[in-house]
């Protein structure tokens, strides 16, 4: 895998400017290949938490079981992102990684997160705040989830959606490619399939967003994020105090 071609690359560029050394780095998490077709499980919770994984093609998700076998999706991947970094603490996996479509993943051991936290102390420092934006933005979505009504909820979903897809994807404009079905967004946002056609619906409706098979539009951005609040964390991070190198 050359720096020029990892997606790993691309989106932490977004946030610094990567040199030489640190594109090696990171390219060396994706020297590895492992194809998923649509609905594999990578690994259950309970697994033994030894890899970590770069999405390098395709949408997945992460889920938990409740005993009595409903699904709560707590996280949705697509290319770019590193899953597992919850689990780096944990000596078992904690939840099961279930693939949306057709997937291309790049695994590697977490014992390589070694070399850059002792060799690199900047790009050490981006991954660090990486994990911690995402506590934030899980605790934004855990205030949409216990207080927000439906519509709300869809529309914190799409604005966050679309604005990490922006970071690898500059020329992104208003409209994604949606590869989860209307059950797997209900497990997501806690909402049965039913709710989530009728607000799709509904939104359809009053002109905030418009679908065409896998793709959405949002047709109204700035009145959805007043809908919901929503604040964009990913174009917010802080990168002043990090080390020069």
Not at 3 to 18: A, D, F, N, Q, R
């Amino acid at each position: 895998m050359s720096p020029s071609s990892s997606c790993l690359v691309t989106k932490l560029s977004h946030y610094i400017t990567l040199d030489d050394g640190h594109k090696d780095h990171l390219a060396r998490l994706e020297k590895a290949e492992r194809a998923f077709a649509s609905g594999a499980e990578v690994y259950q919770a309970g697994d033994v938490a030894r890899d970590m994984y770069v999405v390098k093609r395709g949408w997945l998700f992460s889920y938990t079981d409740l005993p009595d076998g409903r699904r709560q999706i707590v996280k949705i991947h697509h290319p770019g992102d590193i899953i597992g970094f919850p689990d780096v603490a944990m000596k078992h996996m904690t939840t099961t990684l279930h693939a949306a479509e057709d997937v291309v993943l790049c695994p590697f051991p977490k014992s390589s997160l070694d070399e850059i936290l002792s060799t690199s102390p900047r790009l050490s420092a981006l991954m660090l705040s990486i994990g911690l934006r995402d506590q934030v933005v899980f605790i934004d979505l855990l205030r949409v989830m216990g207080r927000m009504k439906a519509q709300e909820r869809v529309a914190f979903m799409l604005l966050d959606l679309i604005a990490r897809l922006r970071i690898t994807n500059t020329s992104m404009t208003d409209t994604i490619r949606l590869p989860l079905n209307q059950s797997q967004i209900g497990d997501y946002l806690g909402l049965t399939n039913v709710y989530i056609s009728r607000t799709f619906i509904r939104m359809e409706e009053e002109g905030l967003i418009l679908r065409r098979a896998d793709h959405l539009q949002l047709l109204q951005e700035q009145a959805l994020a007043e809908m919901c609040d929503f604040y964009d964390r990913y174009s917010d991070m802080d990168t002043s105090w990090f080390p020069e190198h």
